[in-house]
């Protein structure tokens, strides 16, 4: 078992910044990838970015230019900073792990961090 806290997320004007935290409860051998989602009220799902175990990151056209994935393999946290908030960026923000463990894929996801781009 593995939680994934989820931390940082609140209310921001539009144009301002927010960075997010997620944290993995214990040390993950073979990351396939970490990575961020957002569901907007009467929305699917959607991949934000996320990054693999080669420090590779993939962004959604939506959020190029504004939000940056990082990582911290020491700590186990991988990390959304979000800037030029918008108001359609307004969304609950989910932490997802993927993880080889022997040959199976395993992932879990955390609870979600409100964000609220608002004036």
């Known amino acids: 078992q593995v939680q994934l806290v989820e931390s940082g997320g609140g209310l921001v004007q539009p144009g301002g910044s927010l960075k997010l935290s997620c944290a993995a409860s214990?040390?993950?051998?073979?990351?396939?990838?970490m990575g961020w989602y957002r569901q907007a009220p009467g929305k699917q799902r959607e991949l934000v970015a996320d990054?693999?175990?080669?420090?590779?990151?993939n962004y959604a056209d939506f959020v190029k230019g504004r939000f940056t994935i990082s990582r911290d393999k020491a700590k186990n946290t991988v990390y959304l900073q979000m800037n030029s908030l918008k108001p359609e960026d307004t969304a609950v923000y989910y932490c997802?792990?993927?993880?080889?463990?022997?040959?199976?894929?395993?992932?879990?996801w955390g609870k979600g961090t409100l964000v609220t781009v608002s004036s």
């Open positions: 997802k792990l993927e993880y080889w463990e022997d040959v199976a894929l395993m992932d879990y």
């Open positions: 214990r040390s993950i051998f073979d990351i396939k990838t």
């Open positions: 990054i693999n175990s080669g420090g590779w990151t």
